[in-house]
Each structure stands twice: as structure tokens, then as C-alpha cells.
């Protein structure tokens, strides 16, 4: 079966993006780009809100058409174009680049997903990820720790997330520094 994995960079006191949804803090270097890239292309699909494809549909499908991309940005826009997104959001009207858009998490719908062949599906963006931790249907976790405090914004796991009195248990299986100070942390969800 394959696995929902969050996938999502944060400030190191917690923050997916500053005051303003400024994100500019973000440290992606041509190493940090090029790992996304290997992990991205490994992947069965994406599923992400609306303001995060909303975000990624507004640069990359012609990133690769722009004389300043770097090689490996245009190598991701190939990758974002091809690969199957679904966007949760009851008010987009329409997505194109191989998205399909579903207006609620179900979590039956979500399973169902999970049981189809390919890879692992990376999920982004803060208000899908708590809304699947909610209903315990996040396999992996992801997280990319960036060495700046933000001091206030939009926090990666906002308060109360888990839908349960106690703790979300966790398993570290992995981590990985970057050269630009960027540590991977990788967790798996103990059951």
C-alpha cells in the first residue's frame, strides 16, 4: 500500500512561512533543489490545499520557459507538470497540469487512494497536513528545518492537531544536514 508522506519546510521554531506568508527565509540551494527533485520524481502524486497549488501554479508550469531558471529548476517544472496532483479545496473552480480537484478529506476516499499501484504521495501544505493527522491518515513525515527563527506566522502543526488527548508518537528514521544548514528530519507515525 502506498504511503502518505508530509512533506514541508519549517523555520526552526516551527513556522511554514513569517508574518505576511512570507516564505523568502526559505534556504533552497541548487543541493536542497536537486534532493527535491530526485525525492519528487520518486513519487505516485501530490496532494496539497489550494493555496499551496495555488502558489506552485503560478510559477512552475512555465518555469522551464524562463532564460533565468536554472538547470534545476526547469527540471522540476517538467517533473510538477507531469506529475498527478489532486487539490483539496471546496472554492477552486478548475486546475489544470494533470490535477484532479476533490472538495473534501474523506477518509475512506483517501484510503482508497492509497490502495491504487504507484508510489508514496506527498502531501503539503499546513491546513491539508492537520486535516489528515486528524484523521490519522498521514503514514510519514518529512521535515525540512530551515536555521532561522521567523518569530510568528503560520505554524507547521497548529495546537490540538491529532484529535486526541494525548501525544502523536513518532519514529526517527532518517535525518540529513544540507550544506546551506538545512537538516531533513524523517519520521515515521507509530500505530
Given at each position: 500500500?502506498?504511503?502518505?508522506?508530509?512533506?514541508?519546510?519549517?523555520?526552526?521554531?516551527?513556522?511554514?512561512?513569517?508574518?505576511?506568508?512570507?516564505?523568502?527565509?526559505?534556504?533552497?540551494?541548487?543541493?536542497?533543489?536537486?534532493?527535491?527533485?530526485?525525492?519528487?520524481?520518486?513519487?505516485?502524486g501530490l496532494?496539497?490545499?489550494?493555496?499551496?497549488?495555488?502558489?506552485?501554479?503560478?510559477?512552475?508550469?512555465?518555469?522551464?520557459?524562463?532564460?533565468?531558471?536554472?538547470?534545476?529548476?526547469?527540471?522540476?517544472?517538467?517533473?510538477?507538470?507531469?506529475?498527478?496532483?489532486?487539490?483539496?479545496?471546496?472554492?477552486?473552480?478548475r486546475a489544470?497540469?494533470?490535477?484532479?480537484?476533490?472538495?473534501?478529506?474523506?477518509?475512506?476516499?483517501?484510503?482508497?487512494?492509497?490502495?491504487?499501484?504507484?508510489?508514496?504521495?506527498?502531501?503539503?501544505?499546513?491546513?491539508?497536513?492537520?486535516?489528515?493527522?486528524?484523521?490519522?491518515?498521514?503514514?510519514?513525515?518529512?521535515?525540512?528545518?530551515?536555521?532561522?527563527?521567523?518569530?510568528?506566522?503560520?505554524?507547521?502543526?497548529?495546537?490540538?492537531?491529532?484529535?486526541?488527548?494525548?501525544?502523536?508518537?513518532?519514529?526517527l528514521t532518517?535525518?540529513?544536514?544540507?550544506?546551506?544548514?538545512?537538516?531533513?528530519?524523517?519520521?515515521?507515525?507509530?500505530?
Open positions: 500500500m502506498r504511503k502518505i508522506v508530509l512533506m514541508m519546510s519549517t523555520s526552526l521554531d516551527g513556522y511554514i512561512e513569517g508574518p505576511g506568508r512570507d516564505i523568502s527565509w526559505h534556504r533552497v540551494d541548487e543541493e536542497l533543489h536537486r534532493h527535491f527533485n530526485t525525492y519528487i520524481r520518486g513519487l505516485g496532494l496539497s490545499g489550494r493555496t499551496t497549488y495555488e502558489l506552485m501554479a503560478g510559477y512552475w508550469p512555465t518555469a522551464d520557459a524562463d532564460p533565468d531558471a536554472s538547470p534545476v529548476e526547469a527540471e522540476f517544472a517538467g517533473i510538477w507538470r507531469e506529475m498527478p496532483k489532486t487539490v483539496y479545496s471546496r472554492t477552486l473552480e489544470d497540469w494533470n490535477t484532479t480537484i476533490v472538495r473534501e478529506v474523506v477518509p475512506e476516499e483517501v484510503l482508497a487512494l492509497k490502495r491504487q499501484e504507484g508510489g508514496d504521495l506527498g502531501l503539503g501544505g499546513a491546513d491539508l497536513a492537520a486535516a489528515f493527522l486528524r484523521h490519522d491518515l498521514v503514514d510519514e513525515l518529512r521535515v525540512y528545518v530551515h536555521p532561522v527563527l521567523v518569530g510568528g506566522g503560520k505554524p507547521l502543526f497548529p495546537q490540538g492537531l491529532s484529535g486526541a488527548a494525548s501525544e502523536t508518537a513518532l519514529r532518517g535525518s540529513h544536514a544540507f550544506g546551506n544548514g538545512v537538516v531533513l528530519l524523517e519520521y515515521e507515525r507509530r500505530r
